[in-house]
């Protein structure tokens, strides 16, 4: 059970935070302090002040509310350093048992970047088509593409993404993160800049026309400055014409069986 000295510098520090008005931090981050009070008897959080621990447990609160959260200010308030504040709060969440992955929407509000977050949406369901093209097999559930997406579409949307506060949400190291953002360049060069959401989830256009209309812009880049190329609105949805394909398919099947029928009768 948490103390009541517990419980009071756990307020102080919501307070703090800015979280005063989220009624579900308080309980939430006093379940969490409770459960770390029955589990780190092995000490390993040891080294960590109550602070420290309160501040983590808030942080964690949050996190699994989906709520927005001062990183900066929990640094100054939990006394550590950087690096070990992103190690407690991962050992945090091992003796807690909590593996929950934030998703697009949550680190959006986080960082505070809630216009990015329909484009950084498409952006991850069209580069796992393109991870798929490419063969192998990942692992989608790891954060690093989460983060990677929400990261290029600042970019996409000319504003500056907040690096610091994004690679953490990652678990990648900096050299991980540098060749994470090298594939998704790569992946990026077959997006027509001006491709909206709708058309990278699929809705509008195949994959195979994504290619398509890349590799159309390199051959006008190195040909004839008067060569033309169908724009996107001529292009036939891909949904479309599987669906056309499938009836033309189905009628002249329907027309070989009455020839048969007339041609060997019963």
């Not at 969440?93 to 934030?102: A, F, G, Q, V, Y």
């Amino acid at each position: 059970m948490a103390s009541s000295g517990e419980n009071k510098v756990l307020h102080q520090l919501i307070q703090k935070l800015g979280l005063a008005n989220y009624e579900s931090v308080a309980p939430k981050a006093t379940e969490l302090q409770r459960l770390l009070a029955i589990r780190s008897s092995s000490g390993a959080m040891a080294n960590i002040g109550d602070y420290a621990k309160a501040t983590l447990c808030i942080d964690l609160a949050s996190s699994l509310l989906g709520l927005p959260f001062d990183n900066d200010t929990a640094l100054k308030l939990s006394g550590l350093k950087k690096p070990s504040y992103a190690n407690g709060r991962r050992t945090l969440e091992k003796i807690l048992d909590i593996n929950k992955t934030l998703g697009i929407g949550e680190m959006c509000v986080q960082v505070g970047l809630s216009q990015v977050q329909k484009d950084a949406t498409a952006l991850l369901e069209a580069y796992k088509r393109y991870a798929g093209d490419q063969g192998g097999v990942t692992d989608f559930t790891h954060p690093q593409y989460a983060t990677m997406a929400v990261f290029q579409a600042c970019k996409r949307q000319k504003l500056k993404p907040p690096k610091s506060k994004l690679v953490p949400f990652s678990h990648l190291k900096p050299t991980q993160w540098a060749m994470l953002e090298k594939n998704w360049d790569k992946f990026l060069s077959t997006v027509p800049v001006d491709m909206s959401a709708k058309q990278l989830t699929g809705k509008a256009l195949d994959p195979s026309i994504i290619r398509d209309k890349a590799q159309e812009a390199s051959s006008s880049s190195g040909g004839s400055a008067g060569r033309k190329h169908p724009s996107p609105e001529k292009i036939e949805p891909y949904q479309n014409w599987k669906k056309r394909m499938l009836e033309k398919a189905y009628r002249e099947l329907e027309l070989l069986r009455g020839t048969n029928r007339y041609r060997y009768p019963c």
